[in-house]
Structures are given as C-alpha cells and as structure tokens.
C-alpha cells in the first residue's frame, strides 16, 4: 500500500489538514483555481457515477482536457475513475482526504499539461494495483495493454520481497519502463508534485527523506524531460523543506516587491507592446515571475535585488521568422545587453527547449530585463516537454516496434539512451541507485562528431574515455588515444561541444583499460565498464598514469632511444645521374628522397652532389644564398633508401610487431631511434632501404597495421644545413 494511504479503523469527520514548511505553489499558466481537495473528496464519495455520465469529481480534469483535446474520447475517464474510486473507498490519506483525491489531483497535473486520453486514463489508475486487489490483468482486459504497461510501470516494488533495495530498484523498473514509453516517467513526476504539495503531514525526517529523493533524481530527470512546469513547482517545494529559513527570506522578498509602487517590468513590457505594434508584429507580451528557487539564486549573484529581477519578460508569436523579427525590434528600437543573447532555436537544448535569450537595459535607471522569445507550440513544449508531444505511438502498426522487441519511441532522448545503457551494467542496488544521482547531477549535454558524420551525445565535461565507450562500448577497452579536430589528443582530453573525434583503436582483444581512466571517465557507461574489466582482472593492480604507456613504450629492447649502438650511417649513393660527370653523388638525410620524388642537386665540400626533394627546406636556404643547382634525375635502378616517422602508443610487444611487419614488406632497416615517451605517445624513425622504390606506399600501409601505430609519415624536410 502506498505510504500516503490509510485506512481508519471507523469513519469519523476529516481533521485539517497539516500545512506543514511546504512552499506555495508556483503561478499557473491558467487563471483556473487549484483543485479544491476536501471538496473534491466529498465530490468523489457523494457525486453521481451513474452509467454513461461523467462523475462530477472529474469535471475539472475534462475542463483541462478538452482544452487541449477538444474531440478527445472520454469514456475511458469516465470508466477508470470508477474503478479507481470504487477500489480506494474507504482508504484516506494521512492529510485527511478520501485516498481518491490524490489520483484525482495527478491526472488534473498532467491534464492541465495538455497529457493526451491515455495518460489520464492510466493516472487515474496508478496506484489501483499497489493499494487495491485491482490487478494489471484486469486493468489490461478493462483499458488495453498501453495503460497497463503505464499503470505497472508506476507500480513500486515491495519492500517485503526487496527490502532496503525496493526505493532503487522501483526507479530501475521505472526508468526501464520509461525506455519503451516516456509517459511512465510523465505520471510520476506529477505523482511526486501531488505528494510534495501535500508532504507538511508527514514526520520532519520523512519529509526530508522524501525531498533529497526529489532533488536528486525527479527535479532532474523533470529537466531532462523538458517538463519545466513540473520542475520549477517541485525546486520550490523541496527548497521550502531542505531550507526552510533561506525559503522564508525569499518569500519576504517576493512580499516586499509586490508591494512596490513602481513595477519597471510592467513599464518596459509596455514599451515592448508598443515596438512590436508599431512594427506590424502580432505578439503577446507576459510577465513572468520567478519561482523561488530561481529568485533566491538571482539573489545571491546581485544584492539587493531590484524590481526587474524579479521576473522575465516572454514573447510569443505564431513562427520562428516572428521570433526573430521581434529580436531585431527590440535590439534596434531599444537597448540590448548583447552578451545575454543566446539562440535556443537554431541549437535547441537536449530536453527539447527552443527560445531566443536576449536582455535590454532601461535607459532611466540601468535595469537589466531579461526577455524569451518564443512561438506558442515552443511555449508549450517548455512548459510541458514529452508530455506535449502526445502519444508516442500515433503511427503505423508496422512502425511500432525495433528490431529487438522493444517499442519504437519517437521521444526517447539520447540521454535516457545511454541511461538504460549503462544501468544493465550496474552490479548491485547501491551501485545503481549512486550512480544515477551522479549521472543525472550533470545538467548539460554536448554534441561531437566522429569522423563518419555521427554524432555522440555526452555529458558537459566529458573526454575522450567518455567517447570511446560511448561510440564502441566493450570494445573501447582497445582505445590508444585519439584526434580531436584533427590533433593527437590523450584519453584524458576534455571535449568541447562540436568538436570532432576520431578514436585511435588498437585491435589487441584482450587489451586492458588504464586504471587512470576511471579519473578521467564521466559517463557511468564508460565508469562501470572499466570497473567491471580490472575487476575481472585482479592481478592487474599496478596503477599507470592514465596519459603514459601501460608497460614499456614496446614492450621490447631496447624500450627507447636508439635501435642501435653508435651514429645512424649516412645515407649511401643511389642511383642518381647529375648533370656533372664523375661527381659522386649522395641522398640527403634531411629528406631522404626516393623515386620518383623530384629532385635536385648542390654541390657541396669535395665535389660531392648531395640529392633533396624539391620541396626541402634546405633547398630554398641554399637558393637564397646563391648556391646555383645540378640537375639530377633517377637512374634505372628502383633501389631506395627512405627514412620513415612512425607514432604511437606504447603496448607491449610494439616494436617486435613492427619490424616483422617491416621485414615482410622487404625493408631492410638500416638505422632506428626509438625517442623516450611523451606522455603515451612514442615516436620512432627508421631509415630503410627497399629493393624497389614501389614497396614504399605498401611498406607505410603495412606499418600503420601494426595495432597500436596511429600514424606513418616520411621524413619531413628539415631546416639543417648539408
């Protein structure tokens, strides 16, 4: 049985109810007065529920409803809140209404919220099969399988079969069910409200119990939802129990600016009425008062407060090119603060919020007015979010299912994509129930691309440990490192919005993740992931940076600086004709050139020709200081010597890989140099020589194979002198 219910021993009058430290509610979009309950109660228990006609105790619900849904089918009302209220008769809330009141007052919440007939229907019901022998088959037999799949979704978990692991394990059902279907998460978070609204009746501890609950997991999943009008209410309503003495000065605050003579944000909405009239523009100008919350965080970046802190303005208009039109109004004919802009509607938040941000300054006294511009479906949306898209399932029959079985929902959003993702790999309760609060403590989401046109979404502050397991799960345990915006980057890498990722993946299956990463990783994806691979791998214990190699550069001798003991040779002759008969001719070091580079020559102390790709850097030093050229050009011979960068990252058995790869493509290496590590990078040059100069494409190919190697380049062209 639902806490908030109780059955009393006899029947006896309603005592008051206990008002308790709960904030009032936030204004309402409409001018309809809230629900009176004691009255609904007795509605509920004395009105008419004959067959075929409404009950009088749902008449404020049909009022919301058909406001949104003027043609909408309310048989399926009419029937459940019989069900419902032949079911809780008799049980009583701990405030002192009939039980009925409660599902009574949800339903008006999402009603009012523009919640389509579903919803309603399964609202009415939620809390039938938890207190009542109402059971999910009759309610699937009674109203169709959709509102028995919401009503079992908002079910809580027994504590007698799951005791202290019932609270988490209920939202892990819940979150599940919210998966396949957003409206399992639409009829608690207006569940949550009801049950704040009315929470001064319970024990000080309980209540709160009951609001960090709130705060941490349903006021953010309200925001990821988008459903603003649910948010906003249950901020203040927890605000009021968790901080009670900072909640009263606020409240005092509010008090003392109605009180004022003056209000600057009636004035400047009536300057803005009279710019946008004056440029044809058909708009309706608001004002917005903060909620509490709001207030009191405003309050604490300006003190005191002024009059037009105390709200915003909003603008509504028919289309997007209004909302813009309406920008350039007020920027032109007024004065803007130019650093408030900002445009939700080109890049929409990731909870589907779309508004123009703009602020404008009141030349008389330099208050600042905060102004949202927006269309009224944006304004709907805001307010509710989900819940004024409808019914996800409005489509063809053939359409409503994925490949896996579960049901295709339009409105599930990335993030509860990767939610669901990530909860499958949580080990225990605790674990799970932890986890979701850090998850759902990171309040801004950002978009980067990879390098196919994908796009991941990731938490602010997410890196490129976030990335890889984002982008390729399990297998991101292989991660090397990555480019970001075309650069080496480490895993550690904080990434930005918009930028984009190429993940640099070794193809070793049993590579390990860096015990560091868990520093670094920011997704619960990416955190439960590695946690799970060291733990299935205890005798991994040693602790490596998370931005140096894992073991050795290699993982061979030597780990670094030169292959070999002594002075690299130099480069020999090859089969080069200069336009100097008899001269002996040599290849650059600086460039090392190999057919069928083009080439030129200079000659230099004893009358040996050294050889430079056209494009060396030397070649342009030597031309500006007046050394003339020799021609030279390619013999028969295909023979070449070349010297080659090869970067990557360190792992065991490197460079053994390496060089066989190098071996099996002919090359014969005549010198190496190993650098000391940067970090987890490694940088290794070979000069090799080739039998044929058209192994060379193959030969880079081969060595960008080896698992762990990002990049293979020539030698650049050095600014050294000959």
């Known amino acids: 049985m639902n806490a908030e219910a109780v059955n009393p021993a006899s029947p006896g009058p309603v005592p008051p109810a206990t008002t308790g430290a709960v904030a009032p509610s936030a204004p309402r979009r409409k001018a309809r007065p809230r629900i009176d309950l004691r ?34 089918d309310l048989d399926p009302l009419r029937r459940a809140y019989v069900l419902a209220e032949s079911s809780h008769r008799g049980q009583m809330r701990k405030s002192g209404e009939p039980y009925i009141t409660h599902p009574l007052a949800v339903t008006l919440i999402l009603a009012e919220l523009g919640a389509e007939t579903t919803t309603l229907t399964a609202s009415l019901l939620h809390d039938t099969v938890e207190d009542t022998d109402v059971t999910l088959d009759q309610v699937g037999e009674e109203f169709g399988a959709e509102v028995r799949y919401l009503v079992d979704g908002v079910t809580k978990l027994e504590k007698v079969d799951y005791g202290a692991a019932a609270e988490p394990e209920t939202f892990r059902k819940m979150l599940l069910a919210t998966g396949n279907d957003v409206r399992v998460m639409s009829i608690k978070l207006a569940d949550r409200l009801h049950n704040m609204r009315t929470l001064g009746v319970m024990r000080r501890e309980k209540q709160e119990r009951i609001a960090k609950v709130t705060r941490d997991v349903l006021i953010p999943l309200a925001e990821r939802l988008g459903v603003q009008a649910l948010k906003s209410e249950l901020e203040d309503l927890v605000f009021a129990v968790m901080h009670p003495e900072e909640y009263e000065h606020t409240r005092e605050l509010v008090a003392a600016n ?47 407060l002024r009059g037009a802190d105390f709200g915003r303005l909003l603008v509504l208009v028919q289309d997007d090119a209004d909302c813009y039109a309406v920008l350039g109004e007020l920027h032109t004919c007024m004065t803007p603060v130019v650093s408030e802009f900002k445009d939700f509607i080109a890049v929409p938040k990731f909870n589907l919020y779309q508004s ?95 390098p196919d046109g994908g796009t991941l979404g990731l938490p602010d502050g997410a890196t490129c440990v976030d990335a890889a397991y984002a982008q390729y799960g399990e297998d991101a345990h292989a991660a090397m490192g990555a480019r970001v915006n075309g650069r080496l980057a480490t895993m550690s890498t904080v990434l930005r919005d918009g930028d984009t ?102 000659a230099v102390r004893g009358g040996v020709v050294t050889v430079h790709r056209a494009e060396c850097a030397v070649v342009a030093r030597m031309k500006g200081a007046g050394r003339p050229e020799i021609g030279v050009r390619w013999g028969e011979s295909s023979q070449c010597r070349v010297t080659l960068l090869a970067e990557s990252f360190g792992r065991p058995h490197l460079l053994a890989d390496l060089t066989e790869a190098m071996a099996v493509e002919g090359a014969e290496i005549v010198s190496a140099t190993i650098e000391p590590p940067d970090r987890q990078r490694v940088r290794h040059t070979y000069t090799v020589l080739l039998p044929d100069a058209a192994r060379l494409p193959g030969l880079m190919r081969a060595m960008r194979d080896v698992p762990g190697v990002y990049d293979v380049s020539r030698a650049q062209p050095q600014t050294t002198a000959v």
């Open 39 to 72: 009255r609904l109660g007795r509605a509920a228990l004395l009105g008419s529920t004959a067959r075929g006609r409404l009950p009088d105790a749902i008449g404020h619900v049909v009022e919301a409803h058909r406001a949104h849904h003027p043609d909408a």
């Open 258 to 304: 109605a009180a004022r003579a003056h209000d600057p944000l009636a004035e400047v909405a009536e300057d803005v009425r009279k710019v946008l009239r004056e440029a044809d523009i058909n708009a309706e100008v608001l004002i917005r008062p903060r909620h509490f919350v709001s207030l009191h965080r405003v309050s604490r970046k300006r003190d005191p």
């Open 356 to 450: 123009l941000h703009t602020a404008l300054a009141r030349p008389q006294d330099g208050q600042v007015v905060e102004v949202l511009v927006r269309t009224h479906q944006m304004h709907k949306v805001a307010e509710a979010g989900v819940v004024a898209l409808g019914n996800p399932y409005a489509q063809s029959a053939e359409d409503q299912s994925t490949g896996d079985g579960e049901r295709a929902d339009p409105t599930r959003p990335g993030w509860l994509s990767r939610l669901l993702d990530w909860q499958r790999g949580a080990p225990d309760p605790d674990t799970f129930w932890s986890t979701l609060r850090e998850d759902l403590a990171q309040d801004r989401e950002i978009t980067v691309f990879r």
């Open 501 to 602: 990722v190429q993940l640099l993946m070794g193809q070793d299956p049993a590579s390990e993740p860096s015990r560091e990463w868990l520093e670094h990783a920011r997704t619960p994806a990416a955190r439960i992931a590695i946690q799970r691979r060291l733990a299935a791998r205890p005798e991994q214990t040693s602790a490596e940076p998370a931005d140096a190699p894992r073991t050795s550069p290699t993982g061979d001798a030597p780990a670094a600086g030169p292959a070999s003991d002594g002075p690299a040779p130099r480069p020999a002759s090859a089969d080069v004709l200069a336009d100097r008969p008899g001269a002996a001719v040599r290849l650059a070091g600086c460039c090392t050139p190999v057919p069928p580079d083009e080439i030129t020559g200079f």
